[in-house]
């Protein structure tokens, strides 16, 4: 089914900030009448804080998925949607972003940048995830993804993001637009890298919106003992394991919080290949 004509091109690297081999990619809006807004949509913002060679988008209202085909010779023909983090103020879009979706491309995956609602928006950035996975699964022969396997991985808030998608995908958000609304809006496989705001319950336990189940996706996680928000993997994995869902947990010595997969850090340079082996075994 194709039911999204208003598909249109931008070059990702316009997104990005970069210019040197920029690839021009299918940009997909994600709604015509977003959900929630009040005010006609606005281009999205970049913000001024440019620290550590991060771009930072700081205002999303009109949310979109950038597509990075898989890599011919290796398209595994399955789809995974990537969630930058930024504390659901901003998203480090590039760090988080575009990246790690050129990452997952070079692996095999069909992957999606999703600039979800921001700033200061969860709920929306929900709807906006859910969004994105339905109408993923509603194209996915325009990019040999079979079975509606759609997988999501997400960094910081992003994976905050992704774990909510995981545990809330059978509540209607949103009033349906169209017949992609009638798919699945559950990730196939999470994958929860540096997680924040999953302990948000008492004394530090699992946040109350998460409702962990036995049909919750497979889930990896991993995170570093030395960040400040490395309780939230700890509390998440122990409640996929006690609801009997397959969970794989790396906490590693150190690293710090928001390094992506940038050379230089070790965590960053190590959960690449962890989570690449659990793909191939999982998903």
């Excluded at 760090?95 to 700033?119: I, K």
């Excluded at 969970?247 to 390094?259: A, N």
Aim: neutral net charge; aromatic residues 8%.
């Amino acid at each position: 089914m194709k039911n999204t004509p208003w598909t249109l091109l931008l070059f990702a690297g316009m997104i990005t900030g970069t210019t040197a081999g920029a690839q021009e990619r299918e940009v997909i809006p994600l709604w015509k009448n977003v959900p929630g807004e009040t005010e006609p949509k606005a281009p999205h913002l970049l913000s001024d804080d440019t620290s550590r060679k991060v771009t930072r988008i700081a205002r999303v209202t009109d949310p979109v998925l950038h597509v990075y085909p898989a890599a011919g010779e290796k398209d595994r023909r399955k789809g995974i949607i990537v969630c930058p983090g930024g504390g659901y103020r901003i998203l480090a879009i590039d760090l988080e972003g575009h990246e790690v979706a050129q990452w997952l491309s070079d692996l095999g995956y069909t992957a999606f940048v999703l600039e979800y609602r921001v700033p200061d928006k969860p709920l929306n950035a929900l709807q906006d995830l859910q969004r994105a996975i339905r109408l993923v699964r509603d194209r996915a022969v325009d990019w040999n993804i079979q079975n509606g396997q759609v997988g999501a991985i997400g960094f910081s808030a992003g994976a905050s993001l992704v774990a909510r998608a995981g545990s809330r995908f059978n509540e209607r958000l949103y009033e349906p637009r169209d017949p992609a609304d009638s798919l699945s809006a559950k990730p196939s496989v999470s994958l929860l890298i540096y997680p924040a705001y999953l302990d948000q319950g008492e004394n530090r336990s699992l946040t109350p919106e998460l409702n962990i189940h036995n049909s919750y996706p497979p889930t990896f996680l991993f995170a570093t003992a030395d960040d400040r928000h490395a309780n939230s993997a700890l509390v998440m994995a122990g409640a996929l394991r006690d609801a009997d869902t397959p969970v794989e947990q790396h906490l590693y010595s150190t690293g710090g919080h928001g390094y992506g997969l940038r050379p230089g850090n070790a965590a960053a340079e190590t959960w690449p290949s962890l989570a690449e082996k659990w793909l191939k075994l999982i998903f």
